[in-house]
Protein backbone atom coordinates (compact mmCIF):
# COMPACT_ATOMS: atom_id res chain seq x y z
CA UNK A 1 0.00 0.00 0.00
CA UNK A 2 1.26 3.43 -0.99
CA UNK A 3 2.33 6.20 1.68
CA UNK A 4 1.61 9.48 1.86
CA UNK A 5 2.30 12.62 4.40
CA UNK A 6 0.54 13.89 7.03
CA UNK A 7 1.20 16.27 9.60
CA UNK A 8 0.43 16.16 13.19
CA UNK A 9 0.93 17.68 16.95
CA UNK A 10 2.25 15.41 18.89
CA UNK A 11 3.10 18.30 21.26
CA UNK A 12 0.87 21.38 21.48
CA UNK A 13 3.02 24.22 22.93
CA UNK A 14 3.92 26.22 19.79
CA UNK A 15 2.83 26.04 15.26
CA UNK A 16 6.40 24.53 14.98
CA UNK A 17 5.68 21.45 16.70
CA UNK A 18 4.42 20.23 13.66
CA UNK A 19 5.85 16.85 12.31
CA UNK A 20 5.24 15.57 8.66
CA UNK A 21 5.27 12.10 9.12
CA UNK A 22 4.92 9.03 6.34
CA UNK A 23 1.77 6.64 6.46
CA UNK A 24 -0.05 4.34 4.60
CA UNK A 25 -3.08 6.03 3.07
CA UNK A 26 -5.93 5.31 4.60
CA UNK A 27 -8.23 2.46 3.04
CA UNK A 28 -11.70 3.20 3.03
CA UNK A 29 -14.66 1.06 4.33
CA UNK A 30 -18.05 0.57 2.12
CA UNK A 31 -19.39 3.88 3.30
CA UNK A 32 -16.37 5.67 2.99
CA UNK A 33 -14.48 8.09 0.39
CA UNK A 34 -10.77 8.87 -0.32
CA UNK A 35 -10.16 11.96 -0.94
CA UNK A 36 -7.16 13.62 -2.39
CA UNK A 37 -6.50 16.94 -0.40
CA UNK A 38 -5.94 20.06 -2.90
CA UNK A 39 -6.30 22.78 -0.41
CA UNK A 40 -6.68 23.35 3.30
CA UNK A 41 -7.80 26.64 4.57
CA UNK A 42 -6.75 27.70 7.88
CA UNK A 43 -8.22 28.79 11.30
CA UNK A 44 -7.61 31.16 14.20
CA UNK A 45 -9.10 27.51 15.98
CA UNK A 46 -5.79 26.02 14.11
CA UNK A 47 -3.01 28.22 16.18
CA UNK A 48 -5.33 27.89 19.09
CA UNK A 49 -4.96 24.16 19.02
CA UNK A 50 -1.38 24.43 18.18
CA UNK A 51 -0.15 26.21 20.71
CA UNK A 52 -2.43 24.30 23.14
CA UNK A 53 -4.96 27.16 23.80
CA UNK A 54 -8.16 25.48 22.63
CA UNK A 55 -10.69 25.89 24.53
CA UNK A 56 -12.09 22.33 23.58
CA UNK A 57 -11.37 18.70 23.57
CA UNK A 58 -8.08 17.48 21.39
CA UNK A 59 -7.53 13.78 20.79
CA UNK A 60 -3.59 13.00 21.12
CA UNK A 61 -1.45 13.02 18.32
CA UNK A 62 -3.71 14.88 16.08
CA UNK A 63 -3.49 15.99 12.39
CA UNK A 64 -4.47 18.92 12.64
CA UNK A 65 -6.91 21.39 10.34
CA UNK A 66 -10.56 21.37 9.66
CA UNK A 67 -11.07 22.80 6.07
CA UNK A 68 -10.50 20.84 2.82
CA UNK A 69 -11.39 20.54 -0.47
CA UNK A 70 -10.56 17.71 -3.13
CA UNK A 71 -10.84 15.31 -5.66
CA UNK A 72 -12.57 11.87 -4.44
CA UNK A 73 -10.28 9.18 -5.49
CA UNK A 74 -12.22 6.11 -4.80
CA UNK A 75 -15.07 5.41 -3.09
CA UNK A 76 -16.83 2.67 -0.71
CA UNK A 77 -19.38 -0.50 -2.60
CA UNK A 78 -22.25 1.33 -0.72
CA UNK A 79 -21.72 5.05 -1.65
CA UNK A 80 -24.29 5.69 -3.86
CA UNK A 81 -24.53 9.88 -4.38
CA UNK A 82 -21.00 10.15 -5.18
CA UNK A 83 -18.28 9.42 -7.92
CA UNK A 84 -14.74 9.27 -8.53
CA UNK A 85 -13.42 12.48 -9.33
CA UNK A 86 -16.09 14.21 -8.50
CA UNK A 87 -14.88 17.93 -6.15
CA UNK A 88 -15.74 17.81 -2.78
CA UNK A 89 -15.79 19.60 0.96
CA UNK A 90 -15.57 17.79 4.20
CA UNK A 91 -17.82 19.26 7.38
CA UNK A 92 -16.47 20.40 9.91
CA UNK A 93 -17.78 17.72 11.84
CA UNK A 94 -17.95 14.54 9.79
CA UNK A 95 -20.65 13.23 12.59
CA UNK A 96 -22.93 16.83 12.82
CA UNK A 97 -25.60 16.31 10.20
CA UNK A 98 -28.50 18.93 11.63
CA UNK A 99 -29.14 21.21 14.18
CA UNK A 100 -26.54 22.77 17.16
CA UNK A 101 -23.48 21.31 17.85
CA UNK A 102 -23.69 18.93 20.86
CA UNK A 103 -19.96 17.94 21.81
CA UNK A 104 -16.85 18.57 20.51
CA UNK A 105 -15.76 14.84 19.72
CA UNK A 106 -16.10 14.55 16.22
CA UNK A 107 -14.94 18.01 15.12
CA UNK A 108 -11.56 17.63 12.24
CA UNK A 109 -7.94 18.43 13.83
CA UNK A 110 -9.59 18.65 17.31
CA UNK A 111 -11.35 15.28 18.62
CA UNK A 112 -11.00 13.31 15.59
CA UNK A 113 -7.92 13.60 13.13
CA UNK A 114 -8.14 16.82 10.68
CA UNK A 115 -7.19 17.51 7.41
CA UNK A 116 -3.33 18.06 6.70
CA UNK A 117 -3.04 15.49 5.03
CA UNK A 118 -2.44 14.64 1.17
CA UNK A 119 -5.09 11.63 1.13
CA UNK A 120 -8.49 11.23 3.60
CA UNK A 121 -11.24 9.00 4.38
CA UNK A 122 -14.20 10.16 5.31
CA UNK A 123 -18.17 9.32 5.69
CA UNK A 124 -19.93 9.91 2.39
CA UNK A 125 -22.77 10.92 4.79
CA UNK A 126 -19.91 14.08 5.62
CA UNK A 127 -19.18 15.47 2.43
CA UNK A 128 -20.65 17.58 0.37
CA UNK A 129 -20.24 17.42 -3.48
CA UNK A 130 -19.22 20.90 -5.49
CA UNK A 131 -21.25 21.61 -8.24
CA UNK A 132 -19.43 21.25 -11.65
CA UNK A 133 -20.76 25.28 -11.97
CA UNK A 134 -18.67 26.21 -9.38
CA UNK A 135 -15.82 29.11 -10.15
CA UNK A 136 -14.31 28.64 -6.95
CA UNK A 137 -10.79 28.00 -6.45
CA UNK A 138 -10.00 25.12 -3.93
CA UNK A 139 -8.84 26.93 -1.85
CA UNK A 140 -11.99 29.35 -1.88
CA UNK A 141 -14.03 26.24 -1.60
CA UNK A 142 -11.65 24.98 1.88
CA UNK A 143 -12.42 28.26 3.57
CA UNK A 144 -16.18 27.62 3.07
CA UNK A 145 -15.93 24.64 5.86
CA UNK A 146 -15.56 26.44 9.05
CA UNK A 147 -15.56 30.52 8.49
CA UNK A 148 -18.52 29.94 5.63
CA UNK A 149 -20.52 27.78 7.58
CA UNK A 150 -20.13 29.85 10.81
CA UNK A 151 -20.83 32.86 9.03
CA UNK A 152 -24.09 31.32 7.33
CA UNK A 153 -25.01 29.54 9.96
CA UNK A 154 -25.15 33.43 12.00
CA UNK A 155 -26.69 34.86 8.67
CA UNK A 156 -29.27 32.61 8.73
CA UNK A 157 -29.31 30.15 11.97
CA UNK A 158 -31.67 31.85 13.81
CA UNK A 159 -32.88 35.38 12.51
CA UNK A 160 -32.56 35.03 8.64
CA UNK A 161 -31.15 37.78 7.50
CA UNK A 162 -33.54 40.29 5.56
CA UNK A 163 -32.74 42.45 2.32
CA UNK A 164 -31.92 46.09 2.98
CA UNK A 165 -31.12 45.12 6.62
CA UNK A 166 -27.59 46.06 8.16
CA UNK A 167 -24.69 43.89 8.93
CA UNK A 168 -21.69 44.41 11.13
CA UNK A 169 -18.75 42.86 11.15
CA UNK A 170 -15.49 43.09 13.65
CA UNK A 171 -12.28 42.82 12.24
CA UNK A 172 -10.84 42.15 9.22
CA UNK A 173 -10.23 38.02 9.30
CA UNK A 174 -11.70 34.96 8.01
CA UNK A 175 -15.64 35.06 9.50
CA UNK A 176 -15.96 38.72 8.97
CA UNK A 177 -14.64 38.71 5.48
CA UNK A 178 -16.55 35.85 4.48
CA UNK A 179 -20.03 37.02 6.17
CA UNK A 180 -19.20 40.51 3.97
CA UNK A 181 -19.40 38.52 1.41
CA UNK A 182 -22.77 36.69 1.86
CA UNK A 183 -24.56 39.55 3.51
CA UNK A 184 -23.53 41.59 0.24
CA UNK A 185 -25.06 39.00 -1.96
CA UNK A 186 -28.23 39.08 0.37
CA UNK A 187 -28.80 42.48 -0.40
CA UNK A 188 -27.66 44.12 3.00
CA UNK A 189 -26.25 47.21 4.14
CA UNK A 190 -22.17 46.35 5.29
CA UNK A 191 -20.00 47.90 7.78
CA UNK A 192 -16.42 46.50 8.29
CA UNK A 193 -14.55 47.71 11.68
CA UNK A 194 -10.70 47.19 12.10
CA UNK A 195 -7.92 47.93 13.72
CA UNK A 196 -6.06 49.42 10.87
CA UNK A 197 -6.56 51.82 8.02
CA UNK A 198 -4.04 49.96 5.30
CA UNK A 199 -6.69 46.90 5.67
CA UNK A 200 -9.58 49.12 5.71
CA UNK A 201 -8.65 50.68 2.73
CA UNK A 202 -7.99 47.19 1.22
CA UNK A 203 -11.34 46.31 2.26
CA UNK A 204 -13.14 49.21 0.99
CA UNK A 205 -11.34 48.49 -2.11
CA UNK A 206 -11.47 44.89 -2.75
CA UNK A 207 -15.36 43.91 -1.14
CA UNK A 208 -16.56 47.31 -1.13
CA UNK A 209 -18.49 47.40 2.03
CA UNK A 210 -20.83 49.92 2.84
CA UNK A 211 -19.13 51.77 5.38
CA UNK A 212 -15.73 50.93 7.36
CA UNK A 213 -14.63 51.96 10.68
CA UNK A 214 -11.35 52.02 12.68
CA UNK A 215 -12.14 50.84 16.34
CA UNK A 216 -8.46 51.67 17.38
CA UNK A 217 -9.57 55.64 15.96
CA UNK A 218 -12.56 55.03 17.39
CA UNK A 219 -13.28 53.21 20.48
CA UNK A 220 -16.96 54.39 20.72
CA UNK A 221 -17.55 52.68 17.60
CA UNK A 222 -20.88 51.95 18.37
CA UNK A 223 -22.03 55.84 18.34
CA UNK A 224 -20.73 55.66 14.33
CA UNK A 225 -22.61 52.75 13.61
CA UNK A 226 -25.88 54.31 15.15
CA UNK A 227 -25.45 57.08 12.94
CA UNK A 228 -24.48 55.52 9.87
CA UNK A 229 -27.56 53.80 10.58
CA UNK A 230 -29.70 56.94 11.14
CA UNK A 231 -30.14 55.73 14.78
CA UNK A 232 -31.66 52.55 14.29
CA UNK A 233 -28.74 50.18 14.99
CA UNK A 234 -27.25 47.32 13.30
CA UNK A 235 -29.89 44.61 12.15
CA UNK A 236 -27.07 41.79 12.14
CA UNK A 237 -23.58 41.99 14.76
CA UNK A 238 -20.82 39.61 13.76
CA UNK A 239 -19.48 39.76 17.41
CA UNK A 240 -15.62 38.62 17.09
CA UNK A 241 -13.61 40.03 19.68
CA UNK A 242 -16.23 38.60 23.19
CA UNK A 243 -15.86 39.98 26.14
CA UNK A 244 -13.86 43.26 25.27
CA UNK A 245 -16.09 43.94 22.66
CA UNK A 246 -19.75 42.85 23.30
CA UNK A 247 -20.50 46.34 25.12
CA UNK A 248 -20.22 48.13 22.39
CA UNK A 249 -22.33 45.50 19.89
CA UNK A 250 -25.19 45.75 22.06
CA UNK A 251 -24.92 49.77 22.36
CA UNK A 252 -24.70 49.05 18.37
CA UNK A 253 -27.24 46.90 18.02
CA UNK A 254 -31.37 47.75 16.82
CA UNK A 255 -33.79 46.71 19.62
CA UNK A 256 -34.97 43.23 18.24
CA UNK A 257 -31.53 42.41 16.38
CA UNK A 258 -29.01 39.72 16.98
CA UNK A 259 -25.33 39.59 18.26
CA UNK A 260 -23.62 36.10 16.95
CA UNK A 261 -20.97 35.66 19.47
CA UNK A 262 -18.43 33.40 17.30
CA UNK A 263 -14.90 35.09 18.22
CA UNK A 264 -12.84 35.44 21.63
CA UNK A 265 -10.07 37.75 20.48
CA UNK A 266 -10.81 40.88 22.60
CA UNK A 267 -10.40 40.69 26.71
CA UNK A 268 -11.14 43.20 29.21
CA UNK A 269 -10.14 43.88 33.01
CA UNK A 270 -12.15 41.35 35.06
CA UNK A 271 -13.57 44.65 36.95
CA UNK A 272 -14.52 46.10 33.56
CA UNK A 273 -16.68 43.36 32.39
CA UNK A 274 -20.31 44.56 31.16
CA UNK A 275 -23.30 43.53 32.60
CA UNK A 276 -24.16 41.64 29.36
CA UNK A 277 -28.02 40.13 30.49
CA UNK A 278 -28.76 43.27 31.92
CA UNK A 279 -27.81 45.45 28.28
CA UNK A 280 -29.19 42.91 26.62
CA UNK A 281 -32.51 43.02 28.15
CA UNK A 282 -32.92 46.50 27.89
CA UNK A 283 -31.56 46.23 24.33
CA UNK A 284 -34.56 43.73 23.56
CA UNK A 285 -31.85 41.65 21.37
CA UNK A 286 -30.51 38.02 20.80
CA UNK A 287 -27.30 37.41 21.91
CA UNK A 288 -26.47 34.58 20.19
CA UNK A 289 -23.66 31.73 20.38
CA UNK A 290 -22.62 30.09 17.50
CA UNK A 291 -20.46 26.87 16.72
CA UNK A 292 -19.77 26.45 13.05
CA UNK A 293 -22.66 24.50 11.71
CA UNK A 294 -24.07 21.21 10.35
CA UNK A 295 -23.24 19.85 7.14
CA UNK A 296 -26.71 20.85 5.71
CA UNK A 297 -26.02 24.13 6.19
CA UNK A 298 -22.42 23.71 4.54
CA UNK A 299 -24.41 22.21 1.36
CA UNK A 300 -27.16 25.18 1.42
CA UNK A 301 -24.33 27.56 1.80
CA UNK A 302 -22.48 25.67 -1.87
CA UNK A 303 -25.95 25.86 -3.79
CA UNK A 304 -25.98 29.98 -2.86
CA UNK A 305 -21.89 30.41 -3.50
CA UNK A 306 -22.54 28.38 -6.98
CA UNK A 307 -25.74 30.09 -8.14
CA UNK A 308 -24.41 33.81 -6.99
CA UNK A 309 -20.88 32.81 -8.45
CA UNK A 310 -19.41 34.37 -5.11
CA UNK A 311 -15.37 34.65 -4.58
CA UNK A 312 -13.35 34.70 -1.43
CA UNK A 313 -10.70 36.44 -1.20
CA UNK A 314 -7.34 34.28 0.06
CA UNK A 315 -4.14 36.18 1.00
CA UNK A 316 -1.66 33.92 0.46
CA UNK A 317 -1.43 30.21 -0.68
CA UNK A 318 1.79 28.52 1.06
CA UNK A 319 2.96 25.24 -0.35
CA UNK A 320 2.51 21.36 1.67
CA UNK A 321 5.77 21.36 3.33
CA UNK A 322 6.71 21.91 6.57
CA UNK A 323 8.35 24.82 6.25
CA UNK A 324 5.52 26.54 4.38
CA UNK A 325 3.29 25.16 6.25
CA UNK A 326 4.41 26.51 9.77
CA UNK A 327 5.04 30.27 7.55
CA UNK A 328 1.37 30.34 6.86
CA UNK A 329 0.14 28.83 10.36
CA UNK A 330 3.01 31.89 11.59
CA UNK A 331 0.75 34.63 9.31
CA UNK A 332 -2.31 33.74 10.33
CA UNK A 333 -0.84 34.04 14.02
CA UNK A 334 0.36 37.44 13.50
CA UNK A 335 -3.01 38.73 12.12
CA UNK A 336 -1.62 40.65 8.95
CA UNK A 337 -4.17 38.59 6.70
CA UNK A 338 -7.29 39.82 5.21
CA UNK A 339 -10.05 37.14 5.10
CA UNK A 340 -7.90 33.38 4.23
CA UNK A 341 -4.61 32.14 4.53
CA UNK A 342 -4.35 28.35 2.58
CA UNK A 343 -1.97 25.29 1.64
CA UNK A 344 -2.21 24.21 -1.64
CA UNK A 345 -1.00 21.24 -2.31
CA UNK A 346 0.59 20.57 -6.34
CA UNK A 347 2.00 24.47 -5.83
CA UNK A 348 4.68 24.95 -7.88
CA UNK A 349 7.46 26.54 -6.08
CA UNK A 350 7.95 30.15 -6.74
CA UNK A 351 7.09 33.01 -5.58
CA UNK A 352 3.71 32.69 -3.17
CA UNK A 353 0.75 34.81 -4.45
CA UNK A 354 -0.16 37.28 -2.34
CA UNK A 355 -3.09 39.63 -2.89
N1 LIG B 1 -17.63 29.93 17.07
C1 LIG B 1 -17.19 29.37 15.95
O1 LIG B 1 -17.75 28.42 15.43
C2 LIG B 1 -15.99 29.96 15.29
C3 LIG B 1 -15.69 29.66 13.95
C4 LIG B 1 -14.59 30.30 13.36
C5 LIG B 1 -13.83 31.18 14.11
N2 LIG B 1 -14.15 31.40 15.43
C6 LIG B 1 -13.41 32.39 16.24
O2 LIG B 1 -13.65 33.66 15.66
C7 LIG B 1 -12.50 34.48 15.81
C8 LIG B 1 -12.03 34.95 14.44
O3 LIG B 1 -11.70 33.82 13.65
P1 LIG B 1 -11.07 34.00 12.19
O4 LIG B 1 -10.79 32.63 11.69
O5 LIG B 1 -11.91 34.91 11.39
O6 LIG B 1 -9.71 34.70 12.59
P2 LIG B 1 -8.65 35.49 11.74
O7 LIG B 1 -8.81 35.26 10.29
O8 LIG B 1 -7.34 35.21 12.37
O9 LIG B 1 -9.05 37.00 12.00
C9 LIG B 1 -9.04 37.57 13.26
C10 LIG B 1 -9.41 39.04 13.12
O10 LIG B 1 -10.03 39.43 14.34
C11 LIG B 1 -9.97 40.81 14.40
N3 LIG B 1 -9.88 41.23 15.80
C12 LIG B 1 -8.96 40.90 16.70
N4 LIG B 1 -9.20 41.54 17.86
C13 LIG B 1 -10.31 42.28 17.64
C14 LIG B 1 -11.05 43.20 18.42
N5 LIG B 1 -10.68 43.51 19.66
N6 LIG B 1 -12.14 43.78 17.88
C15 LIG B 1 -12.50 43.48 16.62
N7 LIG B 1 -11.84 42.64 15.81
C16 LIG B 1 -10.75 42.06 16.33
C17 LIG B 1 -8.74 41.27 13.63
O11 LIG B 1 -9.15 42.19 12.64
P3 LIG B 1 -8.31 43.50 12.29
O12 LIG B 1 -6.88 43.05 12.16
O13 LIG B 1 -8.91 43.98 11.03
O14 LIG B 1 -8.49 44.47 13.42
C18 LIG B 1 -8.25 39.98 12.98
O15 LIG B 1 -7.93 40.14 11.64
C19 LIG B 1 -11.49 33.62 16.59
O16 LIG B 1 -11.66 33.88 17.96
C20 LIG B 1 -11.93 32.20 16.28
O17 LIG B 1 -11.52 31.30 17.28
C21 LIG B 1 -15.20 30.81 16.02
Known sequence: MASHTVFRLPSRTSVTDLVAVEERIPSISKHEVLIKVRAVSLNSRDIQVASGTYPAYV?????????????IISVGEEVRDLVKGDRVVVSFDIAHM???????????????????????A??????????????????ELASLVCTGVTSWNALYGNMPLKPGQTVLVQGT????????????AAGATTIVTSSSDEKLEFVQSHFQPD???NYRKTPDWASQALELTGGKGVDH???????????????????????????????????QRPD???????????????????????EDLMTFVDR?????????????????????????EAGKHVAKVCIVMDWLRGPCREL
Not at 59 to 71: L, M, Q, R, Y
Not at 122 to 139: C, F, G, H, L
Not at 173 to 184: E, F, N, P, R
Open 59 to 71: KENVIPGSDAAGD
Open 98 to 120: YGPQKDFLTGQGGGVDGVLAQYI
Open 122 to 139: RPASSVVKVPASAPQSYS
Open 173 to 184: GGVSMTAVVLAK
Open 211 to 213: HCI
Open 237 to 271: IIEIGGIGTIEQSIRAIAPGGIISVIGYLASVDPS
Open 276 to 298: VPLLALLKNCVVRGVLVGPRCML
Open 308 to 332: RKLRFHIAKEYAFTREDIIAAYQAV
